[in-house]
């Protein structure tokens, strides 16, 4: 891999021994044993998370760790070959399950240190007879690429050239010399694959495996008779297709402990077989772990470790699965299957976010060669919550437009080069590329303004076409958390740093953000309605949305005339909340920000009382409060922008107000005071602002 992973000890460490080492018994990187874990039953290991945790970088370094000393196979599910057949082969003869066995099989043949290739005949067999399927009204020349590559399943030395050729040939010409009809087509293929395990050339161990499909149900010991029902019931589709696709699962399964049976082959391959399967919630990830979990929960058992990830967590086929965070697996992987539910075979692992201290070493490794301000790691830790793609991602603006950037705004729409052969972007949507569904990027960047269903269906009422309604906002939500996404009070998108990067593109959709306007200004309407009853917990969503748009005045007239009597906890939740609505610079005609010294950010100077004098303290406010709340308001506004480094400065001030206002609430005296602590300390760390007495989910919800 490019860099090292960070914050992922758990499965990688030697010693002691992590996840991986203790599953696979080898340790990474090297052909040294290790004392293997669940040695009778292996659990189905499933890394969760959302979107951008780097369940794809821990796979690839797992392949990369284990690869040419154990066999290793690779896949992704979202990739095109499993998403439809090529070549013309018909549907009816392919699935994705089937795709990826052949797949599977191919890698994991390869041979490794101190041992040779492995060979799959049972697995060769059952591929060609559900190849067959689709021959009927097929070219030879297509017959024929499809049987080479399936035999070719069954090399097990240099020879196997002239004996996949004998083989593909004698297949070939019976297929094709099959005067008419499915059945004789299929039978052909099957007589000719098991006629070849009768050869002289042809060892014990794959003349054992063609009696394999013997076993097939009503198959009445006959290997043919099998053969032919599990082509069948794979053109049949539906749960007939599911029960062809576990035979042929079980037969890979089979292959692979042939291959280890026996003295010699077991002191020769010192690893369990490693399978990888990326994006596994998506074909043909659900019909690999269905076959495998209920085969282990029906007693056939296996020495595969197989490893996948899975976005989200909620999948209805693992209700009963043992979940575990990393940390908890670290040394001990304390797992205990259900004998009643297959599901319980499956081990669900949280990857989770980085640490403040894995953010500083990525983004030092990426700068190493750039002047870095110190408070930049921890305010992208701020902002991407530890996600690892947004880390490494704006560590690499960083790296590629520093000093140039000031902020992280700047960062997020700068170009940034991922590959030496593809154009800069903007950072912002290369992230959005990789953390929110391409099919729904649109609807999403309009509702991320919204904080719930109602708000979110004004919005798509009044921004979105009409055809995409109140059940499609219900249905997107639901998407969100299937996919991983927290559902966070207050947020209609709840991931932090996903909603950022939305309004940001909100913002930058067209060059006089006219769009971003029209969002605030409708959920402007939308909460003047609802803040009729003058409730503090309603009315602050309209004045967040107006600070959005540069309108301050409402807001600091609201905290000002609440401030005397509302309670000091729940006038800190507003001011903090209010003061949590997007900001953005003047940006150019293009919808970019200006360079240079026009970048000043005009809330620093009214948190420092620059534009004091300026002001007309409306008349009957007290004016030194009015001011006090109006610097106060733009210092936390600052302050708690995720795009934005804090600005010592502002800190110090924002410390003085909060002392002041204190001495004017004795009943509130306490509370202020610790805010005047915590707030400039939490501001210059990285982390939200805490309410005294608060829970920190509250505070990151109302963000």
């Not at 000002?560 to 903090?576: E, G, K, N, Q, Y």
């Amino acid at each position: 891999m490019g860099r090292p992973l960070h914050g992922r000890g758990a499965l990688f460490d030697t010693d002691p021994a992590g996840l991986a080492p203790r599953l696979v018994g080898l340790r990474p990187h090297q052909h040294r044993a290790t004392a293997v874990e669940h040695p009778k039953e292996l659990p189905f290991v499933l890394l969760t998370g959302g979107r951008g945790l780097g369940k794809s970088a821990v796979l690839g370094e797992l392949r990369d760790a284990y690869k040419g000393h154990t066999p290793v196979a690779s896949i992704d599910c979202e990739d095109v070959q499993f998403a439809r057949p090529t070549g013309g082969r018909p549907l009816e003869a392919w699935s994705p399950v089937s795709q990826a066995l052949l797949v599977v099989a191919e890698q994991l043949a390869e041979p490794v240190t101190g041992a040779g290739r492995i060979a799959f005949p049972r697995l060769m067999s059952g591929l060609v007879a559900v190849a067959a399927g689709g021959w009927d009204d097929a070219d030879s020349e297509r017959i024929r690429r499809e049987v080479e590559r399936i035999l070719l399943l069954n090399e097990g030395g240099s020879w196997v050239a002239g004996f996949a050729g004998r083989m593909a040939g004698r297949v070939t010409a019976n297929v094709v010399a099959a005067v008419s009809g499915t059945g004789p087509l299929v039978a052909s293929a099957i007589e000719a694959t098991l006629e070849s395990f009768s050869d002289s050339f042809v060892n014990r161990r794959q003349q054992r495996a063609s009696a394999w499909w013997r076993d097939y149900p009503n198959a009445g010991g006959d290997a043919r008779r099998g053969l032919i029902l599990l082509s069948g019931h794979f053109r049949a589709g539906g749960t007939s297709r599911e029960h062809a696709e576990r035979y042929l699962v079980r037969a890979l399964l089979a292959d692979l402990a042939d291959a280890y049976a026996g003295v010699l082959p077991r002191m020769q391959r010192l690893g369990r077989p490693l399978v990888l399967i990326d994006n596994a919630h998506q074909a043909p990830g659900p019909g690999l772990a269905d076959a495998i979990l209920r085969d282990r929960a029906g007693g056939i058992a296996d020495q595969v470790v197989f490893v996948g990830g899975l976005r989200g967590t909620d999948r209805p086929v693992l209700r009963s699965a043992v979940r575990r965070t990393l940390a908890e697996v670290a040394r001990r992987g304390d797992w205990a299957p259900d004998p009643a539910a297959p599901s319980s075979r499956a081990l669900l692992v949280a990857l989770p976010p980085l640490s403040p201290d894995d953010t500083l070493h990525l983004v030092g490794a990426a700068c190493a060669q750039a002047a870095v301000p110190p408070q930049l790691p921890y305010a992208i830790h701020r902002l991407t919550g530890g996600n690892p793609l947004g880390i490494v991602h704006l560590a690499d603006s960083a790296a590629q437009n520093l000093p140039g950037a000031a902020s992280l705004g700047e960062l997020l729409t700068a170009d940034v080069r991922l590959d030496d052969d593809r154009d800069g972007r903007p950072t912002y949507l290369e992230l959005l590329d990789r953390l929110v569904p391409a099919d729904r990027l649109d609807e999403l960047t309009v509702l991320a303004a919204a904080h719930d269903h109602a708000s979110a269906c004004a919005l798509a009422e009044a921004l979105l076409p009409d055809d995409f309604g109140p059940a499609d906002v219900r249905a997107l939500e639901t998407r969100l958390v299937a996919e991983g996404l927290p559902e966070v009070p207050g947020r209609f998108v709840g991931d932090f740093f996903v909603r950022t990067l939305l309004l940001l593109r909100l913002h930058h959709r067209d060059p006089d953000h006219g769009q971003w306007r029209q969002a605030h200004e409708t959920l402007i309407r939308y909460y003047a309605h609802a803040a009729d009853d003058d409730d503090p917990a309603r009315a602050r969503y309209r004045l967040h949305h107006e600070l959005a748009l540069g309108g301050a005045e409402s807001a600091v007239a609201y905290l000002r005339d609440t401030f005397p009597a509302l309670d000091i906890r729940v006038w800190l939740r507003s001011l903090r909340f209010i003061a949590s609505a997007p900001y953005f610079h003047a940006h150019d005609p293009e919808g970019h920000d200006f360079a240079g010294a026009g970048r000043d950010d005009r809330r620093a100077a009214v948190a420092l009382g620059r534009t004091d004098a300026g002001q007309v303290v409306p008349e009957g406010a007290d004016a030194v409060l009015h001011l006090r709340i109006r610097r106060l308001l733009h210092a936390v506004w600052q302050l708690t922008d995720p795009l934005a480094l804090p600005d010592a400065k502002v800190c110090d001030r924002l410390r003085f107000e909060l002392e002041q206002l204190s001495n004017l609430r004795p009943a509130g005296n306490a509370l202020l005071w610790r805010a005047s602590r915590d707030w400039p300390e939490d501001a210059l760390a990285g982390r939200a602002l805490r309410v005294p007495d608060d829970d920190e989910d509250e505070a990151d919800g109302e963000a």
